[in-house]
């Protein structure tokens, strides 16, 4: 059992940035691949970000490309989402995933483990 813990979600003016982190305990963190996920009330769940288990390897959705960028510190069991030049459309509640494997993966079926998210609001 892993569990995860977002934090740093707020109200952010467009042109902000924020910083997501992911706090985990319970299983082995290198063990597992992180990745971001955003959800907007009433649509589904979308992919924004994943790292691999040592961090050699980054997905990001082309939304986001260039303004985001996914990180982790194994030693902290703490996985980080730093958002750049944010814009009303990055509105939405940001979840973090573990998946039981060292690879990325944009399809959030394959992660087993989910934050319970954090408000991200741009305002224009």
């Known amino acids: 059992q892993v569990q995860l813990v977002e934090s740093g979600g707020g109200l952010v003016q467009a042109g902000g940035s924020l910083r997501l982190s992911c706090a985990a305990s319970?299983?082995?963190?290198?063990?597992?691949?992180m990745g971001w996920f955003r959800q907007v009330y009433g649509k589904e769940r979308e992919f924004v970000a994943a790292?691999?288990?040592?961090?050699?390897?980054?997905q990001y959705a082309d939304s986001v490309k260039g303004r985001f960028t996914i990180s982790r510190a194994n030693a902290e069991n703490t996985a980080f989402l730093q958002m750049f030049s944010l814009k009303p459309e990055d509105t939405a509640v940001y979840y973090c995933?573990?998946?039981?494997?060292?690879?990325?993966?944009?399809?959030?079926?394959?992660?087993?483990?989910w934050g319970q998210g954090t408000q991200v609001a741009v305002s224009s």
């Open positions: 995933a573990a998946r039981k494997a060292w690879e990325v993966s944009m399809k959030p079926d394959e992660y087993v483990y």
């Open positions: 790292i691999s288990w040592n961090g050699s390897k980054q």
């Open positions: 319970g299983r082995t963190f290198d063990d597992y691949a």
